[in-house]
């Protein structure tokens, strides 16, 4: 019996997807457990496998977004009527007719032009580049506007316009090979003109340059949307401290034999405690409250070649240091390996982004609505301090921090950094 199949739920916070990439046909057989096609949601690409046997009677989303349980197609018999599933789904069943089809085929091409959009065949499309004639000067006569084949041979059949050019540019365009009728210039053509124009055109030869164009991901739209929205909506005030790291240095080296942890795993244990001293920073803001919590789910930033995903440590204030480390190593294979679930990328009330090990010494993190703070880590550099009036070479490192000033103020963002900094240099008060 023929049924739809659905946009599936692909985590609790889901509410639609970017249907892409069907990997059947309509007319083809499907196996139970054969991938269909591709969900795109904010975070995640996840392949949609097939629940049920049966023939790929009709595709109704393609290419486009579906909210969650909307029909995206309909699988059955080879020989079922779909006509009330097809009349449910507001899709027509009618075969395309002949005349349609041979329309879809010399539908005419579209190309940018300063004017609008230009409407061209593609045979009168390769006409003119044979012919050298720009599309955006010709006037069409065709249906619509559209130009046509003609339209182009007239157009490169009419005598252009002579240019006044000098004696001596006329010798030195022979010379050289340039048309002087393509040099942009509406007083007379010198020989200082001619040789400029030639040099452009070597040079762009020499140069070959070229332009791509690509759509943007789903997750490269949503993180440009989600990055707008924040800088609208919070009031950010930047904050940055330096700290000296060689007691959290000599911890990753005490530990080393029984765990490896990185400097970000540190960081989330310390921070995650500092929070609950200055929970204003650990907030978030709805409608007109301010909500605060005696708990820490941490977003540690990791970045992808396209995009960025953010995934949460859960309740990483009451985890020891070994377990957090566990699990951001286990964060980053899932990436690797595109198997985060949208649970492991909701929830977060904080955010740290650690791009020091680029060699970035100091750089302005934008908050990951609905928080209200995110602490960017930096790159650990020697520095000369005056310790006890002696001259020390230390390892440094800035933390930038990104406050909402709706919620927090200087003073209360100063005395954070202040106790975070404590905290890094002297980590054995975690165990306090």
Request: hydrophobic share 40%; net charge neutral; charged share 25%.
């Amino acid at each position: 019996m023929a049924e739809f199949i659905v946009m599936p739920k692909m985590g609790l916070t889901m509410t639609e997807g970017f249907l892409t990439n069907w990997k059947k046909s309509e007319g083809d057989k499907i196996n139970k457990g054969d991938t269909l096609f591709e969900v795109e949601t904010d975070k995640l690409t996840n392949a949609y496998e097939a629940n049920t046997s049966g023939v790929l009677r009709k595709i109704l989303v393609s290419d486009s977004n579906a909210k969650v349980l909307e029909p995206v197609a309909i699988i059955g018999n080879a020989d079922e009527d779909i006509t009330d599933l097809l009349n449910k789904a507001g899709k027509s069943n009618e075969p395309v007719a002949a005349e349609q089809k041979e329309e879809i085929k010399v539908q005419v091409a579209q190309v940018p032009s300063n004017g609008g959009r230009i409407k061209i065949s593609p045979r009168a499309k390769k006409i003119a580049q044979e012919l050298n004639v720009d599309i955006s000067l010709v006037t069409g006569t065709g249906p619509d506007g559209s130009v046509t084949e003609n339209d182009i041979k007239k157009f490169a059949d009419k005598p252009k316009e002579q240019k006044k050019v000098s004696p001596t540019a006329a010798v030195v365009a022979e010379q050289l090979n340039v048309d002087t009728n393509k040099i942009e210039k509406e007083t007379r053509i010198m020989k200082d003109d001619v040789i400029k124009f030639k040099l452009s055109e070597e040079l762009t030869k020499y140069a070959a340059p070229q332009e791509y164009r690509k759509p943007m991901t789903t997750m490269r739209k949503v993180i440009a949307k989600r990055m707008l929205e924040s800088v609208q909506t919070s009031p950010s005030v930047n904050y940055n401290i330096k700290v000296d790291t060689s007691a959290m240095k000599q911890l990753r080296e005490d530990l080393k034999e029984t765990i490896k942890v990185s400097y970000t795993d540190v960081l989330v244990k310390i921070v995650s405690k500092v929070l609950l001293e200055y929970p204003l920073l650990n907030s978030s803001v709805v409608d007109n409250e301010i909500i605060t919590r005696n708990y820490v789910n941490m977003g540690v930033a990791v970045a992808l070649p396209d995009g960025l995903l953010v995934p949460v440590v859960k309740y990483s204030n009451i985890k020891g240091l070994k377990d957090i480390s566990n699990e951001i190593k286990s964060f980053a294979q899932k990436v690797k390996n595109n198997e985060l679930t949208q649970d492991e990328l909701s929830g977060g009330t904080f955010t740290i982004s650690n791009i020091g090990m680029y060699g970035i010494e100091s750089f302005t993190p934008i908050i990951n609505q609905p928080e209200v703070a995110i602490l960017g880590i930096n790159a650990i550099n020697e520095e000369a301090k005056v310790i006890n009036g002696e001259l020390k070479i230390k390892p440094m490192m800035n933390l930038s921090l990104t406050a909402d000033h709706r919620v927090v103020d200087g003073a209360v963002a100063a005395e954070f950094l202040s106790k975070l900094k404590e905290y890094i240099e002297k980590p054995g008060l975690l165990l306090l």
